[in-house]
């Protein structure tokens, strides 16, 4: 926490530049007052992370759009052709890019942000600043890339003649979803690997089961079958936080069909919950990260 500092001579406050650095009070202390005050730390931060991800490379922001694209072209092959994966009425390839977009964004957030803090240990040992930034930083880096991606489904929705509707102004709302969910995941794994250095091993192996358990390759209709064929309600699939995701990020360019309402607003609700309590645990864990990272 930061606060002026009272001036026991004076009477007054010392000038405001001058600054006290305090630990937080209480549980609920989640100090997003200093994220404000630190703002444009934010943006410098964003700016790092997408020059070093770019640099030296041959084809830079190029790597935005062919990860997904021959991503998308071998799912067509391999899940589409050989197997026969149906995907509800949509050209595949378009069905399986429009769900690449998100999930492309999630994981790299996922996977930088874990490791954020240990990468970011000369800056962590040197200087205060709110530690919570710079998994915030490697998250909001990735839209630079879903920006890039989304000029390329534009193009794609109208090689396909998809026409867009109403529900793709709620596009930039499951860009949020997605966002705050590599956040919250991020901010747990971030604040943990600074402890445990098994993480950094986990995230990449956790990253490739999630990809098979959320509907990427195949439309969540499926899974929705065989859970009610169980007794079970549909909407426990949207207990993993990238359905809602995914599935209303397809709705909202697609336009097939009505909005998975019960899957988004499950999603939503863990995604919250998990951030909510990730950044509890991430401002206990703050004041240790100096000594250990």
Same mark, same amino acid.
């Given at each position: ?11 007054? %406050? ?37 020059? $070093? ?23 067509? %092959? ?5 197997? !026969? ?8 390839? %378009? ?120 509907? $990427? ?16 309600? !549909? ?17 909202? $360019? ?40």
């Amino acid at each position: 926490m930061i606060d002026q500092a009272p001036d026991r001579f004076g009477g007054g %406050i010392w000038p405001s530049e001058a600054i006290v650095i305090k630990p937080a009070r209480g549980w609920l202390d989640l100090g997003f007052k200093d994220l404000w005050l630190y703002r444009e730390l934010l943006y410098f931060l964003v700016w790092r992370d997408i020059k $070093v991800r770019y640099k030296q490379t041959a084809l830079g922001a190029l790597w935005a759009v062919l990860q997904p694209l021959l991503t998308m072209v071998v799912f067509t %092959i391999v899940f589409s052709r050989m197997a !026969g994966i149906e995907s509800e009425g949509a050209a595949y390839p %378009i069905f399986s890019f429009t769900a690449l977009l998100p999930w492309n964004f999630f994981a790299q957030g996922l996977t930088q942000s874990s490791n954020s803090l240990v990468g970011s240990s000369h800056l962590i040992t040197k200087v205060y600043f709110p530690r919570f930034l710079i998994p915030v930083a490697s998250v909001l880096a990735g839209v630079v890339d879903l920006a890039i991606a989304l000029i390329v489904l534009f193009g794609m929705m109208a090689f396909y003649g998809i026409r867009p509707t109403a529900p793709l102004l709620l596009l930039p709302v499951f860009v949020l979803l997605a966002l705050i969910t590599a956040l919250a995941a991020g901010t747990w794994l971030s604040a943990l690997n600074v402890k445990y250095r098994d993480i950094r091993y986990l995230v990449p192996f956790s990253v490739q089961l999630w990809l098979f358990v959320s509907p $990427v390759i195949y439309p969540a209709s499926n899974m929705i079958e065989k859970l009610e064929a169980l007794g079970l309600p !549909g909407w426990l699939y949207g207990l993993n936080p990238m359905v809602g995701v995914i599935e209303g990020f397809r709705w909202a $360019v697609i336009g097939a069909g009505s909005a998975p309402v019960s899957l988004i607003l499950a999603s939503a609700v863990v995604s919250f919950l998990v951030l909510a309590t990730g950044v509890v645990y991430f401002r206990r864990m703050e004041r240790g990260f100096a000594d250990i990272v």
